[in-house]
């Protein structure tokens, strides 16, 4: 009994089980490992592996609990190297399970067979098989009916199952990794050592092309995130490696988070896969049954040092105007294809000294800003507190519209003009159904039309704000936005978005000082003054200091 209670710590579900197993594997140097599973792991788990094996004398020892071959000192628990450590988790395994393990090790002719019923040994004998271990795990929590009772479907624990296998095929991009759910393959990694190649298998190769590397061989951040441009609705898609160790971290999400200040439309979250490497003394692994929790020495350093990675991974692929005296290459576009790795430049902060982040809960706030003047119809030269900004006239100009639609379609006031002639709008086959579709949407943010023949509809209104040149140019594309499947971002925020652009004062467009101090107060009361509804920085900064350095002021 006592070893029942002890192995519920750390075998929560059929999910624990194959992370265990699939860390012994790994410790192993196994190069592949493939994972079956059966009735969401609790009639069948089965993990293969190609690595180092068990020898014959040892394998009754390594279900014994707190036998471990991977510590030989007490004092090696402060710099904890292998996955496992405690020497708990095949114990804990078979005292709520039927387990089988059949390893051979290298210089061994024979395999080992062992077989355990509620931690017991029953059978021990000795057979052919590759190098390699494979355990069987099977009836899973059948004498544990307090757990029993909580798994979830079979199809919910599956998918946490292929959560963690997916993990750690993120983290160990040269290991070969299969899995098998109810006889289907799940997935499957090529194991040549690409992260890259991974993201593909794991996210698909449209959202892997859209990721951005994050350091390079000798960083201590090292991985891939996504672009502004790729955003998900929740934080299920941040992956933390440390020493390879997957872990969970609020302070690393937040780190990442933090990085993306200002990219992000409020509420999405960026997708990202980060191994940090760390003195193994300077974190502690030993803090949480199932070690996914991990306490950091130096936590402040460590959020400072990701979110900075992270940021300038970031800045180094947008379209940033550059503030440098030497003029630099374009950044590549948002949207290049390939998963590229940024060329080494001598100092990304010089680059683009954004904005700082703030903090993450609190919004983002603007300092007070004096506008001093326009510069060639595009930009607002405006004095701060630190040194002088540029802000792009039409990008900030529609963050204020993108915010203001959103707004007044929440309280049901979005202010529309009728047009006294209706305009006429041809549709192809495609968009007039997807428009037959969205007519309630599209009236909610004050688009009225009407159906006229097949695929012509009659413009009624418009929301108030849209510029009486970019009508049909709004619609158009509103209802090119409503026919593309899958779009990166909400319908909502893809409409607001295309209604703020084509309200907004267009490059070129010559300004008041009185126009442009009323922009620049509208800005400061918006949630993310930093960014476009597209994710494109509204200003950037010059600070002081730089303008100094330029005039050779400082030494
Ligand atoms: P820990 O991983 O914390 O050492 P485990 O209970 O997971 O404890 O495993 C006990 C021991 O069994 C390990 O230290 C290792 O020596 C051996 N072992 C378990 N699984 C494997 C495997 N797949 N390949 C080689 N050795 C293994
Ligand atoms: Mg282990």
Request: charged letters at 20%; glycine letters at 8%.
């Amino acid at each position: 009994m006592v070893s029942k209670i002890a192995a519920g710590e750390v075998v929560e579900r059929p999910a624990s089980v194959v992370k265990e197993l699939v860390e012994n594997a790994l410790d192993a140097g196994a190069t592949q490992v493939t994972v079956e599973v059966r009735g969401g792991g609790v009639s069948l788990l089965r993990v293969i592996d190609n690595g180092s094996g068990i020898p014959s004398d040892e394998v009754e020892l390594a279900f014994r609990r707190h036998a471990t071959s991977k510590l030989s000192e007490f004092s090696d628990l402060d710099a904890v190297s292998s996955l496992g450590f405690r020497g708990e988790a095949l114990p804990s395994i078979a005292a709520v399970a039927d387990v089988e393990m059949l390893t051979r090790s290298a210089d061994e002719v024979a395999g080992t067979y062992v077989s355990l019923t509620s931690g017991v040994l029953v059978e021990k004998g000795q057979r052919g098989c590759p190098q390699g271990t494979t355990v069987t795990v099977r009836r899973l929590f059948q004498n544990v009916p307090a757990r029993f009772k909580f798994l979830k479907s079979a199809a919910t624990e599956g998918s946490h199952i292929s959560n963690v296998v997916t993990q750690y095929s993120l983290a160990f991009p040269e290991v070969r990794f299969t899995l098998f759910i109810d006889g289907r393959l799940a997935l499957q990694t090529q194991g040549n050592g690409e992260l890259s190649d991974v993201l593909v298998k794991v996210h698909g190769l449209k959202v892997a092309e859209e990721m951005v590397v994050v350091g390079d061989g000798g960083s201590a951040v090292r991985g891939f995130v996504s672009s502004p441009s790729v955003a998900r609705s929740s934080r299920s898609s941040l992956s933390f490696f440390v020493n390879r160790r997957w872990v969970r971290s609020p302070a690393l999400s937040r780190a990442v988070e933090d990085a993306y200040h200002g990219l992000l439309m409020t509420g999405k979250h960026p997708i990202a896969v980060l191994n940090i490497d760390l003195p193994y003394q300077d974190v502690d692994v030993n803090v949480h049954p199932t070690k996914r929790e991990v306490r950091f020495r130096n936590e402040g350093d460590l959020f400072a040092t990701v979110q900075k990675a992270v940021r300038a991974a970031l800045v180094e692929q947008m379209p940033v105007p550059s503030v440098r005296r030497q003029p630099t290459a374009v950044a590549p576009p948002l949207h290049s294809a390939a998963v590229q790795r940024p060329p080494a430049r001598a100092s990304q902060e010089e680059l683009f000294e954004g904005p700082a982040p703030s903090r993450p809960t609190s919004r983002s706030v603007l300092p007070i800003l004096r506008v001093l003047g326009q510069l060639s119809g595009l930009y607002i030269i405006a004095e701060g507190p630190d040194g002088l900004y540029l802000i792009d006239q039409h990008a900030a100009h529609e963050r204020v519209l993108f915010e203001r639609v959103l707004a007044q379609r929440a309280s049901s006031e979005v202010e529309v003009q009728g047009l006294l002639e209706p305009m006429t709008i041809e549709l192809t086959p495609r968009q007039a159904e997807v428009v037959k579709v969205h007519l309630a949407v599209l009236g909610s943010y004050g688009i009225a039309l009407e159906p006229f023949g097949q695929q012509t509809y009659l413009v009624r209104a418009v929301p108030a704000m849209v510029r009486g040149d970019a009508v049909t140019g709004a619609i158009r594309e509103i209802v090119d936005s409503l026919a593309e499947e899958g779009g990166k971002v909400s319908l909502e925020d893809e409409i607001a978005a295309s209604i703020a652009c084509h309200s907004a004062v267009k490059a070129g467009d010559v300004l008041s000082i009185e126009e442009m101090r009323n922009l620049v107060r509208d800005m400061e009361s918006t949630e993310s003054p930093h960014t476009c509804p597209h994710g494109r920085p509204t200003m950037i900064r010059f600070t002081s200091a730089q303008v100094e350095r330029e005039f050779g002021r400082v030494t």
